[in-house]
């Protein structure tokens, strides 16, 4: 319950702002918070990098933390899919294994039968009767022991053919697999050494330091979501969220406050598409794991467009998703070190949007 009166009061607070900030209204666009008194000036250098450098140094590595955190969830996720289809095809074969055994066994029955009689093949046997309708008899079912044999034979070389053929596929499969494991293991090592840079370099600033960095971030996104808005793109941006679409952004506002952590898909933690993808599974629409793909894969709309609900993917890579809530504003998982939380849509550099149930 309090979880809900916080998420209700951010989503006031962000749609305020975004009032207050939208042109056509008769109030003035709010001024940035003021600097704490002690905090360097903006332009002040902290060692030999001002703290604007440091800002955008630190966006870079974090971007650079995002755009391998998608490429490690992208193979997590083809892992996954590759090695349910191996355990599949593993299945499979020993269906085959044990089809092959059973005709095998069908074929000696049949074999052992000729030797009881006597070893001739059933066409010399039945040359060798004067009964006429025993004749006639044995030609019948001389032909159905063919066609049995026949069928015997076309079965066991289908069979054989399937086996090798998911032998194959498997081995196909594992080679992609290991394949995938290893753009794993590198994206992690990328995501780990570029989060480690950003906290070294962070860890290397003073207390007001680190508030005025802070409050740099807060400025650089609030000219963004002003000329954002200031643009007019929302001005005919009046669509209502479908019935799916109200879930999705029910379960992602409920998050609000829980910790960005790369690879999480909940519920005590999310990366930014882990957010995305299991709102919309809340909601009771599967969409692909990572922002990219779901900029690949889910249908577009434009930006005049969008309704509440819909996917913003933010970036030249696709490496960062939001989803959208109304009145200009996303509920997005920021980055390391942050937590789930309410921003404006136009924040970042946005470079498309997307919606699941379209």
Excluded at 28 to 38: G, H, V, Y
Excluded at 65 to 86: F, M, P
Excluded at 119 to 147: C, V
Excluded at 161 to 185: F, S
Aim: hydrophobic share 40%.
């Amino acid at each position: 319950m309090n979880r809900r009166r916080r998420a209700a009061a951010a989503i006031a607070v962000v749609c305020a702002v975004t009032l207050l900030a939208a042109p056509g209204h008769a109030f003035a666009a709010p001024s940035p918070p003021e600097p704490p008194a002690t905090a360097p000036p903006a332009g002040q250098s902290t060692g030999k990098k001002s703290l604007e450098d440091v800002r955008l140094e630190l966006d870079g590595l974090y971007a650079a933390a995002a755009s391998a955190t998608d490429a490690y969830n992208l193979a997590e996720e083809q892992t996954r899919k590759q090695s349910v289809e191996i355990v599949k095809l593993a299945q499979e074969i020993v269906k085959g294994q044990d089809r092959i055994a059973d005709l095998k066994q069908r074929a000696g029955a049949a074999a052992r039968a000729q030797y009881r009689g006597g070893g001739l093949p059933p066409e010399a046997q039945l040359m060798l009767t004067d009964d006429p309708q025993l004749f006639l008899d044995g030609i019948g079912r001389f032909q159905q022991g063919q066609k049995a044999t026949k069928d015997l034979i076309g079965e066991v070389e289908e069979t054989q053919a399937d086996l090798a053929a998911y032998t194959k596929e498997a081995g196909a499969q594992w080679t992609r697999l290991e394949a995938n494991r290893v753009k794993q293991e590198k994206a992690r090592k990328q995501i780990n050494e570029r989060i480690a840079e950003a906290k070294k370099i962070e860890a290397r600033l003073a207390k007001e330091e680190r508030e005025r960095l802070l409050k740099l971030e807060q400025e650089a996104a609030y000219r963004a979501q002003t000329a954002w808005l200031g643009s007019g793109v929302l001005k005919n941006a009046k669509g209502s969220a479908s019935a799916q679409g109200r879930k999705a952004i029910a379960f992602a506002t409920a998050q609000i406050g829980k910790p960005y952590v790369w690879g999480a898909e909940g519920p005590g933690s999310y990366d930014c598409s882990g957010l995305t993808s299991q709102a919309w599974a809340a909601a009771g629409r599967g969409i692909p794991r990572t922002s990219q793909e779901q900029w690949r894969l889910l249908p577009r709309v434009d930006v005049k467009d969008m309704r509440p609900g819909d996917l913003i993917i933010y970036h030249a890579d696709a490496s960062h998703v939001g989803m959208y809530v109304g009145d200009g504003a996303i509920v997005h998982a920021p980055r390391p070190g942050r937590h789930v939380t309410l921003a404006g849509a136009g924040s970042m550099a946005i470079l498309g949007v997307v919606r699941p149930d379209k």
